[in-house]
């Protein structure tokens, strides 16, 4: 679908004036937003929590948790009781010093964040699992962190290989009946003390580490400091506009970093109230969720927009969603046909932003108060120097494809691929660029277009297509609910387009439909941009945060190893 603007719809919002907000900018000035600007005393977990207590907020809403098993509102005190004495178990049961890798691999819970945010008290790098990890990710995670505390249940604890990871010391079950051979989590926290001492720390001290896959190799330990909550709530501010009566939705689980910088730390440095929804993906259930907070800021991602576009517009009607004031998306290219359903069903716009586990918070985004040119990720967050450059790191002119890069030195960029410094260092061009492994183009008004992996560029016929572009086309058609796109080598033309796509209820495949799919795209979008061949899958193979797999599409084509797929979702 073509690209169009939007202009800013009506509301007040934190930032009014993008370009004098850029010219103005400091990050310096941003930093006396927390307390430890005077008293020089930084931790995390205060800065989300008691801080707001400290200021007289403590009887606010900071959580409300719900799932089949819990409808729960916890206020900042809660919260703050709550990880003081989660702090109190790990320090006291495991000895818990600063530093040390302390991971959290359960369902999402209000456990899980008094643990998270007790881990974060004792200055402890949290290391949160996505529940789904089979044995194989669960091992190589803690291996390669050398974590030596893990807080779990009695349904995931048989995937971790305890014999394997030498330095594991201390397994926790925060269930009922917890056997001999670990530590029952709930029967020292009936016990344990309120208050606790939190361990102040340096801005450059550890925080959290997320693990991401490459195209190759293991997955990699991406470690965020302390700093990045300069960042994180910077980003809330601005761009998600969190204010003080908000009611905040993000989606994503914790076991990714979406979950964590947008689901724990952005909400609650600006003190908002936090919506936790535990749980599977149900278009009903997620409206329910919407209605029944009055959410006024959601944040998901494309792959659950489209999923609650293809259940249908009929069954919003039975929702009240008149609270919601802004939208937001993540993780993967935001299609115009996105934007258009969200602002017919919803009456707003859907604002995307671009970022990365590596960047540790909001980099290129679409702004409340600026036009959106749907189909563009936005402009660049202020403070965040961003340009196209090419493999030399010279900046190319407006309009031409590139690498996407960003001037090294934002606050919330990864301090280092755990164990792997080597690793860390060939993200970055010596003349200080951090290559994000994107390709994209600016526009000559600034806003940044996003064309794909770089590795996933397809030259055909001497025609560079980007696969994003053929897929939004090819969601366009009404039979198609998913489309992965990859170059497939040719000997006469380079590689050819191939088409991978997931049907709509009630479509049956077909020659005849493939046919239909092929002029479509040819009709809408180019030529050679149209999928010479195609072919129909149940499901395409994506991660857990949306992304289709191209690079597994690729493997199964031309029959190669898949490589790691623990970020894949099940
Ligand atoms: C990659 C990072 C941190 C967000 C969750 C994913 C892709 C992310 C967008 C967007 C197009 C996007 C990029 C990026 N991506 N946001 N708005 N439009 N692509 O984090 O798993 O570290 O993946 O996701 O390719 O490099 P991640």
Known sequence: MKSEIYEVEQGHYHLTDYDQVCADFDWSEVEKAFSWHTTGRVNMAYECIDRHVDLGKGDKVALYYKDKDHNEKYTFSDMKVNSNKAANVLKKAADVKKGDRVFIFMPR???????????????????????????????????????????????????????????????????????????????????????????????????????????????????????????????????????????????????WVTGTSYGIFAPWLNGATNVIAGGRFSPEGWYQILEDFKVTIWYSAPTAFRMLMGAGDEMIKNYDLSHLRHILSVGEPLNPEVIKWGYKVFGKRIHDTWWMTETGAHMIVNFPSMPI????????????????????????????????????????????????????????????WYISGDSAYMDEDGYFWFQGRVDDVIMTAGERVGPFEVESKLVEHPAV????????????????????????????????????????????????????????????????????????????????????????ED
């Open 109 to 255: 819970s209000p456990e899980l964040y008094f643990v998270l945010l007790g881990a974060l008290k004792i200055g402890a790098i949290v290391g949160p699992l996505f529940e789904a990890f089979m044995e194989k990710a669960v091992k190589d995670r803690l291996e390669n962190s050398e974590a030596s505390v893990i807080i779990t249940t009695n349904s995931l604890v048989d995937r971790i290989p305890v014999d394997e990871l030498p330095h594991l010391k201390h397994i926790f079950i925060v269930d009922e009946d917890v056997s001999a051979d670990h530590i029952d989590f709930n029967a020292l926290y009936q016990e344990a003390d309120e208050t606790f001492d939190i361990e102040w720390l340096e801005r450059e001290d550890g925080l959290i580490l997320h693990y991401t896959s490459g195209s190759t190799g293991q997955p990699k330990g991406v470690l965020h400091v302390q700093n990045a909550m300069i960042q994180h709530y910077i980003s809330g501010h601005y761009v998600l506009d969190l204010k003080e009566d908000d009611i905040y939705w993000c989606t994503a689980d914790p076991g």
């Open 481 to 568: 609910a998913e489309a992965g796109v990859i170059g497939k080598p040719d000997p006469i033309r380079g590689e050819i387009i191939k088409a991978f796509i997931a049907l709509r209820e009630g479509y049956e495949p077909s020659d005849a439909l493939k046919e239909e799919i092929r002029v479509f795209v040819k009709n809408g979008l180019a030529a050679h941009a149209a999928p010479r061949e195609i072919e129909f899958k149940d499901k395409l193979p994506k991660t857990r945060s949306g992304k289709i797999m191209r690079r597994v599409l690729k493997a199964w084509e031309l029959d190669l190893p898949t490589g790691d797929l623990s970020t894949m």
């Open 373 to 432: 040119k749907s189909g563009s990720m936005g402009k660049p967050l202020p403070g965040v120097k961003a340009a196209i450059v090419d493999n030399e790191g010279n900046i190319l002119p407006p309009n031409r494809m590139g690498n996407l890069a960003m001037k090294k030195g934002w606050p919330s960029m990864m301090r280092t691929i755990w164990n792997n410094e080597a690793k860390y260092e060939s993200y970055f061009l010596p003349s200080g």
